[in-house]
């Protein structure tokens, strides 16, 4: 019982002093000592939820999924379950508990505000004012993937934008029956629709051929792929669905004959959505995909870094990727 009453003192003292990081690392020293005690298991979650707070994401402000430990695809009933189960957590350890009615109010604000976005259609990231004419942008299709591209004609409404659909230019040698492109030549398409601002992901960089109205996509240095683990040139169209991804962040640029080197990222310890590159004895693993197996790339997965974030015990240069392109089926540990 000593131990134990040293380390809720020790947890006390840095959460009073705001170090949610250092309370963390007291409860888990704790936890080596008292493994599987319920009264660790109750101060480790009133850490996370403490140190989630402070993870605000550009445009976005908090990631209140993040914070119920929840993925964006969560139902209202996967809401409502995860804030009881985390609020009896943290009543645990009673209301005068340093911090624990600061955490409670916070549980309550992201149940309130993931059952808003779940029962109103998760309100979009974006307005009216993100869209300029003849942008091209990636827009989530069937499989909720943002595999497809659009080139914006105007606003329709609020909620609506009017584009056209970029079709793939196949090279000679592609088979038809093979993998959704989506890299490559594009032209506009004669489709013309209207897609609500909520399946658009992300701005496309690309370059334009004016005189013919072509756009080449590729990988570029910086951003952050999915590709297929398994890839078999010999696929056909709708194998995809049952294999594994890996997630690779682009380390050079991309040249014709020579392909693109990729390293692959690892989901950070105790973190749903921060990536860092994996390394094996100090050296990082990449690999270079050629550019015969340029459909092995299955989307892009928009990312991004957070200031501040050594603060919280996640790695400086981590990257945060958006949940919403996150594969189902990835390979990391």
Known sequence: MEALEAAMEAVKEKILREDYIGATYAVMDARNALPNHPDLSHLAVLCDVLRAKDIALPGRGIDWTWILRLLPSASPSDVESQHRLLSSEIAALGPSFPSAAKALALLDEARSVLLDQVTETARPRWTAKDFVPDEIWAVSGASRFPRHYVKVKWMVSESEVSVSLLE????????????????????????????????????????????????????????????????????????????????????????EKRGIVVSRLVRVDGC?????????DGFQMVMCVCEAEILRFSHQIPAFTVPGIERHGILRGSLHLCPDALPPKPTWA
């Not at 294999?243 to 682009?250: A, R, T």
């Open 272 to 280: 749903e959505t921060f990536f860092q590159r994996e390394m094996y």
């Open 168 to 255: 793939p230019e196949p090279e000679p040698e592609q088979d038809e029956e093979n993998l959704p492109s989506v890299c490559g030549v594009f032209k506009p398409s004669d489709v013309v629709m209207c897609v609500d601002i909520a399946r658009f992901s992300h701005r496309m960089n690309c370059d334009r051929n004016k005189l013919e109205s072509l756009y080449r996509i590729h990988p570029n240095k910086g951003e952050v792929w999915a590709i297929y683990a398994g890839w078999n040139r010999n696929w056909k169209r709708g194998e995809e669905g049952n294999c594994e991804y890996w997630v690779v962040e682009i380390v050079s640029e991309f040249r």
